[in-house]
């Protein structure tokens, strides 16, 4: 899919969906929207008596930190419209029986779910909200990058994305510091150089979690031949043939040859990425929700982490790259209408008060995420650091940057990609197993 995104900003799969550290089970609790008075709604007109009903099936559990936000917008707009919203709280599993109950006729007017699936495996189901989206403006506060993802993958704007991440190359101040750094990396030579002084400050300068080896990787490779490259090998091979596949995995062999990954590494996760917590490792590829995270694993350890976070796009790898640094995997969930709704304007109401304004502040401050209303100037303090180098991002990557594209081999491809990530294979070596996975 080619986007040729502008970014224009105040301001994942399955990782995306534990942002800011809320429970990953299912949840089936059915429970209707308070209709207590909350702050001002997005419109703030005055409430009306109605008996409509609309009925929301959301990813999230009940008592996870967006359900409370949520819950919070539903009262909210309730008490402005008179609507009635009935939320159930159906957690991740929605996935597995979202598409049958939809199919289904089961009522359902709003749900929700990773903006990438609904707008690949739902789009049959969702109603078009082109027409509704430019009255109410929603272009003009739109992170632009959100929609036009949208729109490249379903052809129309059928859902409105919320609680966005972005991604990139996440690191403790502190080490910088001490290892007096003064300039982030925006190359691969610069980037070892950084490593270097860290290592000479007592650092482990990159920590690296199993779950993670594919997304590291596909960004390197990614840089190199861009993500249809790698989709292209990832779908049918040759990697052999490819002097940048080779190149990328000499990249990783060189990484652990210089003591520059943790010797753990690939480390069954999150043991990764809490090095940084415990202030042994300096660095981590990962994506925006993981200072939360560290922060809250930390206190589940009883260790209160007091660091500032910083972040830096994932360096250009060579002169001949395909893609500049200034490209990202950026994600979000995103909230859709069912196009069998009897109430379409009023669930697209309810979603437009959940997905800007208030609620999308509190949302992002609250579990540390990004706003997706550009209005929304304010950034949590754990991920403050985190805008510069997202608003100088121009273009997207979906998850491990095309490496998930062949559903068949992709547990394989990540089993050589650990390999090579743990030391057991050279650069060579790498390539000619993954040509095997062909055969």
């Not at 379903?154 to 101040?173: D, H, M, N, R």
């Not at 910083?310 to 395909?322: E, I, L, R, Y």
């Not at 697209?348 to 579990?367: H, Y």
């Amino acid at each position: 899919m080619k986007k040729v995104i502008a970014l224009i900003l105040s301001a994942a799969m399955a990782f995306s969906m534990v942002a800011c550290g809320g429970a990953a089970s299912s949840g089936s609790t059915s429970e209707s929207a308070s209709t207590e008075s909350t702050a001002n709604s997005a419109s703030g007109s005055e409430s009306t008596a109605s008996d409509k009903e609309i009925v929301y099936w959301s990813m999230w559990n009940d008592g996870e930190p967006q359900s409370e936000v949520i819950k919070q917008a539903a009262a909210a707009y309730e008490e402005k419209t008179g609507v009635h919203v009935k939320i159930e709280w159906k957690g991740r599993d929605i996935t597995q029986v979202l598409k049958a109950s939809l199919d289904a006729g089961e009522k359902i007017d709003v749900f929700d779910d990773d903006f990438q699936r609904v707008s690949q495996q739902f789009v049959d189901n969702c109603l078009s909200l082109e027409d509704m989206a430019k009255a109410a403006g929603y272009e003009d506060f739109a992170v632009a990058a959100l929609p036009a993802a949208v729109r490249g993958w379903a052809g129309e704007l059928v859902a409105i994305p919320y609680q966005p991440y972005t991604s990139g190359v996440f690191y403790t101040k502190s080490s910088f510091e001490k290892a007096n750094i003064t300039a982030e990396p925006k190359t691969w030579e610069e980037f070892m150089d950084v490593c270097q002084k860290l290592k000479d400050a007592g650092y482990t300068p990159l920590a690296q979690d199993d779950a993670y080896t594919m997304y590291t990787f596909g960004f390197i490779l990614a840089r190199m031949v861009g993500e249809d490259g790698v989709k292209e090998l990832a779908m049918n091979g040759g990697w052999a043939a490819s002097e940048q596949a080779k190149q990328a995995a000499q990249f990783v062999v060189d990484l652990r040859e210089k003591g520059y990954l943790s010797d753990t590494a690939p480390d069954a996760y999150p043991n990764g990425e809490n090095e940084l917590g415990m202030g042994t490792a300096s660095m981590l590829v990962n994506a925006s929700w993981v200072p939360g995270e560290i922060t809250n694993n930390m206190k589940e350890g009883d260790v209160e982490l007091d660091e500032t976070w910083g972040m830096f796009n994932f360096p250009s790898m060579t002169a001949q790259d395909k893609d500049p640094s200034t490209v990202a995997n950026i994600g979000a969930q995103a909230m859709a209408v069912n196009k069998k709704s009897e109430h379409p304007q009023e669930a697209f109401d309810f979603i437009m008060t959940v997905t800007s304004g208030e609620f999308d502040q509190k949302m992002a401050l609250e579990c540390n995420g990004i706003p997706a209303d550009t209005r929304n100037e304010e950034w949590p303090e754990m991920i403050a650091n985190v805008r510069e180098a997202f608003n100088a991002q121009t273009d997207v990557y979906e998850w491990n940057m095309g490496l998930n594209a062949n559903e068949n081999l992709k547990e394989a491809i990540n089993d050589v990609i650990n390999k090579l990530f743990e030391g057991g294979l050279d650069a060579e070596g790498f390539v000619t197993e993954m040509d095997a996975l062909y055969k």
